[in-house]
């Protein structure tokens, strides 16, 4: 058991509230069998002194996840901005804050876009995803990038690794999923253990899907069905993994990963004007490396490297081009790479020093552009101390950045210290109850699109700050008989965005401005519950509710100052019920978000309706012969043919089926 | 007579709040108001509100000069509740008539002068889409950014032909049987296109500013305003006169905006430094005498117009009130300062929408 314990530690490495670096257990990688825990643990989300929501596999599958930016809804404090669709555009903000500031992590390495600031989360596929977490603050692993603590929150997304049973060399996982709007994707997986240290992984799934979604058109007089056009996508990704263990039980892990895709931009919809043509084809190469390594009981490090290659092109037909025709090619690379070690010469205390370095290049196919070079650095500082029920957490990351350009003004450098504290307290040990508190001041430097991009950019631009606080309860416990498990958790929050980087209009032009001041009140909730019933089966409910008022304090004379944020709903929750039972899985769940303003100012005809969406899965395995299972799954998505909008006339789907099977051998 | 029916009106109105039907009985010819659901008074004012891009938010506000009652979306209301559309490029008055372009939807509408909608032409893709009119004897003349100028009859709004000019013009006028076209070319065009309006068969260019934006005719005396440069050279804003004999032209200052009265051109010029806050400053220039004189046309602007992002500078032709439209863009509706011929200031009202870009006056 303790064992067990200790891998699904290691598993969970970069979430959970103990100084892990002082674990002195290796992984045996080849030993694993599937990690299950029996003992009630702690969860996570409870445990943490700072904010951290988390969906496993399980929960994902139960629920009829579709991407994982469709988990990160059902987190509590978070937007989607979800421009609808397949292929459409699915970006993250925590709290507020704006996408910006928020991290995503793909197996511990940081992903970036130093172009547009935002990563699209829609593009990563849930395939082979093992868990998908969201931090406000970082994480608290120790041994984390000095990049994880450089954000105001940060999305980690885990790949799944392979397990292999006792004589077992190799595995096979292949999985069919298709449904509504011509969406089918296959995918395959082979693992092998090519030694007794060593595994390899292989994957590829392919997704396509027409797009074509009707969607109700009110125009006043006239309510039309119309159909979403030029709303296709077709993508492949390729993924190859090494995970290696050396005799001094220290591990190395690899990873090459290739996507590609074409994709038609529905753009929002105009009235009386269907037409849309732009295109978008999509690259990403990266390849990564980890090493981890304990030296002693007291002294551990880990150290990355990665190199990232994104291209994409944007096409657009029209005649208002010269030659009919517009077309923009961009290239970026980044070079990157970090090492960490920690320290613990206590049972009380461990520190850690982080220092990362990272190379982004942008060029494209415009004859004056600046084709900008930044070299960014990265040191962060970090204490744990662990007394009694205490548990401080302190961190000082220091941020250094410079751009190099061909043409055109050169941004000055910058330098920032951004400190962050969190504390939490269990006052009784008997009593898995924990009153945290969080401090943070993050920035973000200007992207490159903020600071080059064509006629609005402003090399003059100041980084954007944003200062969090948080003071939070939580509690999980099995107060009654009749419930297997019960854990609930409470944050009110204030942030501030200062100096936020904003397109400001111009006579003619937009510039972007350091311009913008926003102020969050908020309160996020969650509780997750499980109850027994008889024949073995039990029931799981979760349920989480955010209150957000963000407003716009930007300037006392405008018309939207103290108005809420654009597409920030005051009140937004959601909930899920999932009967499992031997013969079937049964999930359910809802998600209920207030009206909200599409435009800044706050008046009836900027509102944007609220909408429940309700959701509906069942799924089945089944045991084929020793060492083959066999999984059903099928969702219906949008039960009601809700018709609604997350972004101002970029309409949703109505109701939508998938089915897919799993086999693994 | 007239007058005194306005006044009643305007009293009337005051007295009820409510709407007009019962106090327009001394316009015995109010066939404006043919199967309009609002009724509208004799005097009237259109403002258009361009909206934000991708919003299907663009809308006609009614304005009324008498009383400064304001009836927004005044399309929708005439209409059964429709949309005017995305991004309200252009607005003029014609034969009693309003057209309007609608550039994101790309349409060109003719509205009655109440609003009510009595024909439509969609521009096909390979026409392009709008962005400016002019009207001149019985045809309607559209600016399309397929780097032409389409001719559509001024009633049915039935497409006739197109005449090919430069790259992506923006506004054209009509004089002495000429239309004169400014091409922007989005910073890559320098042209001014001169069509011949007999034939309307062709087009001669002639070398003016780059980038020009806007073009207007005073008196006989053509005005051209643009950014006077391409990115990544700094905008000039310059305003330029165009001798029509000698096909040259000759800056007479700096300017965004500009309209006309009584033989005088008015130009408005919005500058910013550091693109938060802005300057801005009025001038004339009198045809008559060939002078420029820097002395605002304005004489009590309220502090925040000076400093205000300038959006729109309409004269009413009949009075020669001054309306000079802010606009806020996303963060707010647009705001409308009046003002008599001789700069006093009247008043100020919301217009209704996001960023008003023209006005059209009845009497």
Known sequence: MSVRYVLNLLVLGGLLNIPVCAQSVVDTLHTIDEVTVKARRTPLQVASAQPVQSMGREQLEALGAQSVADAVKRFAGV????????????????????????????????VSNAQAGQIDVGRFALDNVEEVSLAVGQGSDLLQSARAYASAGILSIRTQQPTFAEGEKDMWRTRVSGGSFGYITPSLRYARKVASRTALMVEGDYMRADGIYPFTLDNGRTETTERRRNSDISSWHVEGNLYHTFRDESRLTGKGYFYRSERGLPGSVILYNPTARERLWDENFFTQIAYEKQFSPQWKMRALAKYNHAWNRYEDTNVKYEGGRQVDVHRQDEYYASATVCWKPSPYVALSLAQDGFVNTLRNNIDDSPNPVRLTSLTALNADFRWGGWHLLANLTGTYTTDEVRSGATPDDRRHLSPSLSLSWRPW???????????????????????????????????????????????????????????????????????????FPSVYVWRMANYGEVEIHGVDATLGASFPLIGGCEVDVTGAYTFQQALDLTNPSAKNYKDQLPYTPRHSGNASAVLK??????????????????MDQNIPSNEIEGYVEHGLTASRSFQLGKSATLRLQADVVNLTDRQYEVIKYYPMPGRSWRVGMILSF | MKLRSLFLSALCLMATGAVFTACEDDDDNDKWNENAEVVLPKQRAFVLN?????????????????TGEVITDIYAKQNGGL????????????????????NGSSYITRLSGAGVELARYAFTEEQGQPRYAVAEDGKVYVTLYSGNVARLDAKTLAFEKMVAVGNNPEQLVEEDGKLYVVNSGWGYDNRLSIIDLRTFESAEHVTIMTNPQRIIEVNDCIFIQGYGAAYPDPYTYPVQLYDCQTKTVSNIGQGTHMAEYGNKLYVVYCSTADWVNYTTTFYTYDTRTRQKSETSFLKDAPAELTTGNVYMLEVNPENGDIYVGITHYAAGEGDIYRFKADGTFVGKFESGGQGPNAMVFFE
Do not use: C
């Open chain 1, 581 to 598: 039972t031997p013969w079937l899985h049964v999930g359910y769940n809802l998600m209920a978000v207030g009206k909200r303003y599409f």
């Open chain 2, 50 to 66: 361009e909206g934000i891009y991708g919003m299907n938010n663009a809308n006609v506000s009614f304005y009324n000069p008498a």
């Open chain 1, 429 to 503: 040990s008997s009593e898995a109850l924990y009153l945290r508190a969080l401090y943070k001041n993050t920035f973000r430097v200007p992207t490159f699109n903020d600071l080059y991009y064509r006629r609005s950019g402003n090399t003059a631009l100041r980084p954007e700050d944003a200062t969090e606080y948080n003071v939070g309860l939580t509690w999980s416990a099995r107060p009654v008989d009749w419930l297997n498990s019960l854990s609930l958790t409470v944050d009110a929050y204030y942030n501030k965005v200062e100096d936020k980087i904003v397109a």
């Open chain 2, 83 to 102: 949309k005017l559309g995305d991004t309200a490029q252009d607005m003029i008055g014609y034969n009693g008539d309003i057209y309007v372009i609608v």
């Open chain 1, 79 to 110: 937007t989607v901005r979800d421009y609808g669709g397949i292929g459409g555009l699915k970006t993250v903000s925590v709290r507020s804050l704006g996408v910006a500031h928020t991290a995503v992590s793909y197996d511990g390495v940081a």
